[in-house]
């Protein structure tokens, strides 16, 4: 190497590393991209599930280490059942440690599916080691007392309420699952499924971009969602319900409708355009409006697929209806 070719080389190296010491010195107190704000959207949609759904979310604007502690949960007098994952949290009366057993087992039985169908299962334990509470409750007033400890408010009636707090900066946590003392193993209300549901509530939000631009959230997308996985009660079809009076494209009046709207928006979806399109469907929906991720996905117009929508809840209506007869 010539020395003007030596000369230029060794300077290039040495620009190259003070390019370097200054990108570090003025990019080292950046935020990360995860650490962007809640888009206002996300905010007020938080807020009407909270007031309305039997999804309890707080805002806060940030998380702290001992947020993440097991040892700060809302314990009272409570036994605990525990493994790696979850702590069960029950009273010391009747059968309740049966159905602390039983939840336990339903909990992780629940894992394996959950992350087929999201695409991944967010281990609670990811995050400082925290394992996932769900408290078992032996009364409606059992029950309120420790959704007002949890999460500060409590509704008329659930079967099942998940607890989270998102920071204003993209962190998340899920405070606790609270299972209402009517659900019970084997019962109308079944055990089994409220867990499927609720945990389907806990992943669904861990999926969910928190730092995405402003977009529409529809509340059947959230109950569906988890009534769907679930395979619940949920896709019954009120006998009363006029299907033409109800559209995919807004949330109804009555949160209540929700259930059984998104139930049969991803089963219809799934049936017409099979289960790796759904898959697709979910993965999208994290980043995306669901309106803005089933034309994407399927093909088709959101009024197109409406109508194959309303076709699909009038004959799971009729079929539901006839074998109860």
Same mark, same amino acid.
């Given at each position: 190497?010539?020395?003007?070719?030596?000369?230029?080389?060794?300077?290039?190296?040495?620009?190259?590393?003070?390019?370097?010491?200054?990108? $570090?010195?003025?990019?080292?107190?950046?935020?990360?991209?995860?650490?962007?704000?809640?888009?206002?959207?996300?905010?007020? !949609?938080?807020?009407?599930?909270?007031?309305?759904?039997?999804?309890? +979310?707080?805002?806060?604007?940030?998380?702290?280490?001992?947020?993440?502690?097991?040892?700060?949960?809302?314990?009272?007098? !409570? =036994?605990?059942?525990?493994?790696?994952?979850?702590?069960?949290?029950?009273?010391?009366?009747?059968?309740?440690? &049966?159905?602390?057993?039983?939840?336990?087992?339903?909990?992780?039985?629940?894992?394996?599916?959950?992350?087929?169908?999201?695409?991944?299962?967010? *281990?609670? =334990?990811?995050?400082?080691?925290?394992?996932?509470?769900?408290?078992?409750?032996?009364?409606?007033?059992? $029950?309120?007392?420790?959704?007002?400890?949890?999460?500060?408010?409590?509704?008329?009636?659930?079967?099942?309420?998940? !607890?989270?707090?998102?920071?204003?900066?993209? &962190?998340? +946590? %899920?405070?606790?699952?609270?299972?209402?003392?009517?659900?019970?193993?084997?019962?109308?209300?079944?055990?089994?499924?409220?867990?499927?549901?609720?945990?389907?509530? *806990?992943?669904?939000?861990? %999926?969910?971009?928190?730092?995405?631009?402003?977009?529409?959230?529809?509340?059947?997308?959230?109950?569906?969602?988890?009534?769907?996985?679930?395979?619940?009660?949920? =896709?019954?079809?009120?006998?009363?319900?006029? +299907?033409?009076?109800?559209?995919?494209?807004?949330?109804?009046?009555?949160?209540?409708? /929700?259930?059984?709207?998104?139930?049969?928006? $991803?089963?219809?979806?799934?049936?017409?355009?099979? /289960?790796?399109? $759904?898959?697709?469907? +979910?993965?999208?929906?994290?980043?995306? /409006?669901?309106?803005?991720?089933?034309?994407?996905?399927?093909?088709? /117009?959101?009024?197109?697929?409406?109508?194959?929508?309303?076709?699909? %809840?009038?004959?799971?209506?009729?079929?539901?209806?006839?074998?109860?007869?």
């Amino acid at each position: 190497m010539n020395p003007k070719n030596r000369i230029f080389f060794i300077g290039f190296i040495v620009l190259s590393f003070l390019g370097t010491i200054l990108t $570090f010195i003025f990019n080292r107190d950046a935020p990360p991209v995860s650490a962007l704000e809640i888009p206002q959207s996300t905010i007020d !949609f938080f807020k009407k599930l909270s007031d309305l759904g039997h999804i309890k +979310i707080k805002l806060v604007d940030s998380l702290e280490v001992d947020d993440y502690d097991n040892e700060k949960d809302y314990a009272d007098d !409570f =036994k605990k059942l525990e493994d790696e994952n979850f702590i069960i949290f029950y009273r010391d009366a009747g059968q309740e440690l &049966e159905r602390a057993q039983k939840t336990l087992e339903y909990a992780n039985e629940a894992i394996n599916p959950l992350a087929d169908f999201f695409g991944k299962y967010y *281990y609670a =334990k990811e995050a400082k080691n925290r394992k996932l509470p769900i408290y078992l409750t032996v009364s409606q007033a059992d $029950f309120n007392k420790v959704a007002v400890n949890i999460g500060g408010s409590t509704v008329e009636w659930a079967a099942g309420l998940t !607890f989270n707090s998102f920071s204003t900066v993209g &962190e998340t +946590i %899920c405070n606790g699952i609270i299972l209402n003392f009517m659900v019970q193993d084997g019962e109308s209300t079944d055990l089994k499924k409220v867990v499927f549901h609720e945990m389907a509530h *806990y992943n669904h939000f861990q %999926c969910m971009d928190l730092t995405r631009t402003e977009k529409k959230y529809m509340d059947w997308e959230v109950e569906g969602i988890a009534s769907y996985f679930a395979k619940d009660w949920n =896709k019954r079809i009120p006998d009363d319900k006029n +299907i033409s009076n109800y559209s995919i494209m807004e949330s109804p009046k009555n949160y209540l409708d /929700s259930y059984w709207i998104g139930y049969h928006v $991803f089963s219809a979806f799934e049936v017409n355009y099979n /289960s790796n399109n $759904f898959h697709k469907l +979910i993965k999208e929906s994290y980043t995306k /409006s669901i309106i803005d991720a089933i034309p994407s996905v399927s093909g088709v /117009s959101v009024d197109s697929f409406e109508k194959i929508w309303r076709s699909h %809840c009038n004959r799971q209506k009729g079929q539901l209806s006839a074998s109860k007869k």
